[in-house]
């Protein structure tokens, strides 16, 4: 499928080749900072958006039709998976997602169920429609979120600031851990393997809470279960996207797994950090989403002296180092990619 895409440039950055500037595509780039995601948020709930693939197809393209990126991705959320598994999942305004039933003790932890991925057969669907309307313009990226930040949301039973009851259930009950991370990894393997059959591109691994774990818990808890997941999907021409909140500590320990493309937060040198990774493993960020606030002339100049900081390195990938914020201006976005899209090394 990739040999047939009219703008490859984004497989071609993630396979570690030459690109005549960075691809670019953002965490979160169809969301709630574009007036036309509201038009469709304002008629459905969140979950009825990810659930129907035509809606879902809608604002995946959002961000293709508006902006121009070099790569779509799907419109979903990680915790779908848990939801399969049998989390009862809702998503409140201002509050943001919660699990009624969160996993305390091995009685609730028995109860979910890791052969659940035909509960996501939606996806699936919804991938199909964005490949027709695509139409081999442009790739489109798969994801799935990784095994510890799933476990935090289902043992927090929503988001955290501390993950207070999920490192004490690390530290005292680490079998317990151990085994609804392996639950939660057979799913994402199946589900992942679901979308890669149904026409995705590439496929991204969100760990958005890694940097809770210290170094040690990251990999026993985090890093072997990535690892597995990475080794057991169907990977043959698609890329894989490591992303871990904590990948400028955890990165060493991230490409062990041998990912395609580890994908940087904001608080490392991107140069260093290629510099001392595998010839063959891509980066993708780092630029600080906090910096597309700013005046568009200061924009331009550090997309331009990150971009300068990576000449002459293949396997560059252009991304925020976590995902476009909800009063993000619009047309700061939209000049991002415009500069980065003037850009030729």
């Known amino acids: 499928m990739n040999k047939t895409l009219q703008n490859d440039l984004f497989i071609r ?11 670019v595509w953002m965490m979160r780039q169809a969301g709630r ?12 709930t969140f979950l009825e958006m990810c659930k129907t693939p035509e809606i879902a197809a809608d604002v995946t393209m959002l961000p293709v039709d508006l902006l121009d990126i070099d790569a779509a991705i799907l419109f979903s959320d990680i915790l779908v998976t848990p939801e399969a598994m049998g989390g009862d999942l809702s998503f409140e305004q201002g509050v943001g997602p919660r699990f009624s039933n969160p996993v305390r003790n091995w009685e609730d932890a028995e109860k979910l169920n890791a052969q659940s991925a035909d509960r996501l057969q939606y996806v699936a669907d919804a991938i199909k429609v964005i490949q027709e309307r695509l ?3 442009i790739p489109l990226i798969g994801f799935a979120g990784a095994p510890f930040t799933i476990l935090s949301y289902l043992v927090e039973g929503k988001s955290s600031r501390d993950f207070k009851l999920t490192k004490t259930l690390l530290n005292n009950d680490p079998k317990l851990a ?24 590439a496929v991204q691994l969100f760990d958005s809470w890694a940097m809770a774990l210290t170094w040690n818990d990251y990999i026993e808890f985090g890093h072997a279960y990535t690892q597995q997941i990475i080794s057991r999907i169907n990977r043959e021409s698609i890329p894989v996207i490591s992303f871990a909140r904590g990948s400028s500590v955890f990165y060493p320990i991230m490409s062990e797994a041998k990912p395609d493309v580890i994908s ?29 606030y700013a005046d568009k002339p200061v924009i331009r100049k550090k997309i331009h002296e990150l971009f300068e900081r990576m000449r002459g390195q293949d396997g560059f990938l252009f991304n925020l180092g976590h995902g476009i914020m909800p009063d993000m201006p619009f047309d700061h976005v939209k000049y991002t990619v415009d500069v980065i899209k003037e850009f030729r090394y």
Do not use: C
Not at 13 to 23: K, L, M
Not at 34 to 42: D, G, L, Q, R
Not at 195 to 201: L, P
């Open 178 to 201: 151990h085994y609804i991370l392996q639950k939660i990894t057979d799913l994402t393997v199946d589900y992942l393997n679901m979308q890669i059959a149904a026409g995705v591109n």
């Open 33 to 44: 900072y574009m007036p036309e995601y509201w038009e469709i948020k304002n008629k459905y």
């Open 135 to 137: 139409n081999g313009s």
């Open 264 to 292: 940087l937060d904001w608080n490392a040198d991107i140069l260093n950090v290629k510099n001392n990774l595998p010839k063959e493993i891509a980066v993708q960020g780092n630029f600080d989403p906090i910096i597309l």
């Open 13 to 23: 950055a993630a396979f570690g080749q030459q690109t005549e500037r960075p691809p």
